[in-house]
């Protein structure tokens, strides 16, 4: 076990976290990065231990478990968590760490470790293997957050914007420009599309730089279609973040998409940051393919 627990008195229940997915997915980054923030971390626990453990202390926990996990069995471990529901002391969540299986492959082969369910098979099939053994877990889980482009930084910003403390926290939101050329941002709870929008792609000029160029923006700025959809978009939003809040949601993804992720949705992700600025809202900002198209950022999936 890991972590320091608080010397503070607990406020409310105490907050338990399993934390599971695809075996490279980041589990053990996402341990670490709880640990940090003061979670008691137990990896690999027993699913027959499981509520001997959580019942036993008062700081939050995080528990790893997965397909390398003694006596592991996706339903056993949902019948578990719901007894533990149960009990008002405690506070269950369940984080899934997914990832696009050719990034899972190349990391395997990159770093020359075995797939857990592969043997002397190819790694692909023990990926596909264990899909099918966690796909009730992933149906069911809380909060899914895929790493296949996901730096470790980012990562951690998500889970402790999620659990970074044991009480009620302020809602705060994730703004990501994405391209859709990449693949959508599965872990994105509201995805809207600009494709709409008059592309700087086709203006030899404005190619090679990104939304954040004043001349990339004053193009787009140019687009008729741009200020009714910025008002109606704000105008959507600010209704609904209290009501997220309210729900005890604590992070919201808002992810924004254009073809290569680069101009258009890097544009607009700016100006939804400076309104949640004027609205005095917390939130974090990531482009998350502003580079893709350049030959940079490609192989940020290190998790």
Not at 53 to 76: E, K, M, N, Q, S
Not at 134 to 151: F, G, P, V, Y
Request: hydrophobic fraction near 45%; proline fraction near 6%; charge should be neutral.
């Amino acid at each position: 076990m890991k972590g320091t627990a608080s010397n503070a008195p607990p406020v409310g229940p105490r907050r338990v976290v399993v934390v599971s997915g695809m075996s490279g997915a980041g589990k053990s980054s996402a341990l670490r990065a709880l640990g940090d923030s003061g979670f008691e971390t137990v990896d690999n626990l027993p699913v027959t231990l499981l509520g001997a453990v959580a019942t036993v202390g008062a700081g939050p926990l995080a528990i790893g478990i997965d397909v390398r996990t003694r006596d592991f069995d996706a339903a056993g471990l949902l019948d578990a968590l719901g007894r533990l529901r149960k009990n008002p002391a405690l506070a269950i969540g369940i984080v899934f760490l997914d990832c696009d299986s050719e990034v899972l492959g190349r990391r395997y082969t990159e770093t020359r470790r075995p797939h857990p369910l592969a043997d002397d098979l190819p790694i692909a099939v023990g990926i596909e293997t264990e899909r099918r053994l966690l796909a009730l877990l992933h149906e069911q889980a809380e909060m899914l957050i895929d790493t296949s482009r996901l730096a470790p930084a980012d990562l951690k910003r998500i889970l402790l914007g999620q659990y970074g403390g044991t009480a009620q926290r302020p809602l705060r939101v994730f703004l990501m420009s994405f391209g859709y050329r990449y693949g959508l941002p599965r872990d994105a709870d509201l995805v809207f599309d600009v494709r709409f929008l008059k592309n700087p792609h086709y203006v030899p000029e404005l190619r090679a730089r990104t939304g954040m160029d004043d001349a990339v923006g004053a193009f787009i700025a140019g687009d008729a279609a741009l200020a009714p959809f910025l008002d109606r978009l704000t105008q959507f939003l600010e209704p609904l973040l209290p009501l997220f809040e309210a729900e005890g949601k604590s992070y919201l993804t808002i992810a924004i998409g254009c073809t290569g992720g680069q101009h258009r949705s890097v544009y607009v992700v700016e100006r939804l940051q400076a309104w949640l600025t004027s609205k005095a809202a917390a939130f974090d900002l990531r482009h998350r393919d502003i580079d893709a198209n350049r030959g940079a950022g490609k192989r940020r999936d290190q998790v």
